[in-house]
């Protein structure tokens, strides 16, 4: 590494000997010396090359002493480091330049030994104070990135440890949780551009707060869908436990935006969410220019036809039965044993429930006329149409009558 030093003195023979002296280190590109005779010179250098690396300067100067070129280069962005000169019976000069921020100082006469020391102790310093400053400023610009995708304390987790977003992906259990809003692409259609841009915006911004307050990961947002990751990148033991209760607070989320916009005349869809559990390939892929950390596999894509099987179920909030068998204090009913596309066994499902609405006694009767289902029992029937009586707006019960009143049986079912 080559350094680029500024000597600021007003004595007429230092200059000379400073380039005998370092005569091996010029011509070797170990050093380059630039020289001013006071500090109003020096100033002027300097803007006229700014890659200097230190300073050496005398404190009694013409013009423009030390103590004053010390100061205006305390006052600049990136403060040079500074090492003073003067007589050794200046003491107190010298202490007041160290006060004002000098790195180090050196008395006269000059011992060249000496100064060839303080040198590359000085250069070594600026090595790390820029080594510092790089580092800093790659963790902050990592982090700005980050904070897009992931919570604010995983993305600083992250930023002070980029090998874990190096490129290529690892299996991991994690939990993919999916959400999507019903009738969006003909809503967009015959919307103003404008209050389109303000919905989606305030939209998104809501539920990935949510998400965030989970420590979930965004890994994907496709115009009004979003996909996370719990699990992912860092270890979750409890990813089950958190992508559950994401799900019911994004829900709520959801529903009260919808409700306001309702009042502004825009009549939005409800956000259908689908939740699974298992290994998946998670990564940052992208090929070295788009950062896009993402996750593939089997887990996604059922997390993914859970979300879409919430239209014809009449549900806001499907999980697997491997999630809900996971998740801490889990509270829910089921929604039945569905066959999915590309899958040969049936998936059982569940719709989870908020505290509230589990201990209402409708929650109950769910339940047993379900068990009825399971037993094969007649009963069933009419069992599903006192809840249709009871709530006539709730989906699942309706979708599970229909099934019945066309000849439906068991709990293994096809959703077409």
């Known amino acids: 590494m080559s350094a680029k030093i500024l000597v600021v003195d007003d004595e007429p023979d230092l200059e000379a000997l400073i380039v005998q002296k370092f005569r091996k280190q010029i011509r070797e590109g170990e050093f380059t010396f630039v020289f001013a005779h006071d500090g109003v010179e020096a100033l002027s250098a300097l803007a006229g ?20 070129l010390l100061a205006k280069l305390q006052e600049a962005e990136e403060k040079l480091s500074t090492v003073i000169v003067s007589a050794y019976g200046d003491m ?9 921020g000098a790195f180090d100082f050196l008395t006269k006469p000059i011992d060249f ?15 790390v104070l820029r080594e510092a400053r790089h580092r800093q400023f790659a963790a902050e610009r990592a982090h700005a990135m980050l904070s897009r995708y992931f919570s604010p ?15 290529g992906g690892q299996r991991r259990e994690v939990a993919a949780l999916f959400t999507d809003i019903g009738g969006f692409t003909n809503l967009i259609e015959n919307l103003d551009p404008a209050l389109l841009s303000e919905m989606l915006n305030q939209y998104l911004g809501a539920m990935t707060d949510v998400v965030f307050a989970h420590e ?10 979003i996909h996370v990751l719990f699990g992912a990148p860092g270890d979750q033991p409890d990813h089950n436990t958190r992508a559950v209760a994401c799900a019911l607070d994004l829900d709520d989320c959801a529903e009260r935006f919808r409700a306001r916009w309702s009042q502004r005349g825009v009549a939005l869809g409800p956000t259908r969410i689908g939740v699974h559990t298992g290994p998946a390939i998670v990564g940052n892929f992208g090929g070295g220019r788009f950062f896009d ?73 769910y339940a047993e006329a379900f068990a009825k289902i399971e037993k094969g029992d007649p009963g069933a029937m009419p069992a599903f149409a006192a809840l249709m009586g009871l709530k006539a707006d709730d989906g699942l019960v309706s979708f599970h009558l229909k099934r019945l009143l066309n000849g439906g049986s068991g709990t293994v079912f096809d959703l077409g």
């Open 293 to 365: 950390y993402t996750a593939y596999g089997d887990t996604i894509n059922t997390a993914a036809r859970l979300e879409a099987a919430n239209k014809p179920l009449g549900t806001r909030i499907c999980v697997s039965a491997d999630v809900a068998a996971r998740a801490e204090g889990f509270r829910g009913r089921p929604v039945g044993d569905i066959r999915l596309r590309g899958k040969a066994k049936p998936l059982r499902a569940f719709e989870p429930l908020s505290a509230e609405v589990y201990a209402d006694p409708a929650s109950a009767s």
């Open 92 to 100: 107190a000069n010298i202490r007041t330049a160290m006060n004002r």
């Open 113 to 127: 030994a000496d100064l060839e020391t303080t040198i590359a102790k000085t250069i070594r310093h600026i090595a």
């Open 153 to 167: 304390n995983i993305a600083e987790r992250l930023a002070n440890d980029a090998s874990a977003l190096d490129l």
């Open 49 to 68: 090359c700014g890659d200097v690396d230190m300073v050496l300067s005398d404190i009694n100067m013409p013009r423009m002493d030390g103590l004053s």
């Open 216 to 225: 979930g990961t965004v890994a994907k947002i496709v115009g009004d869908a």
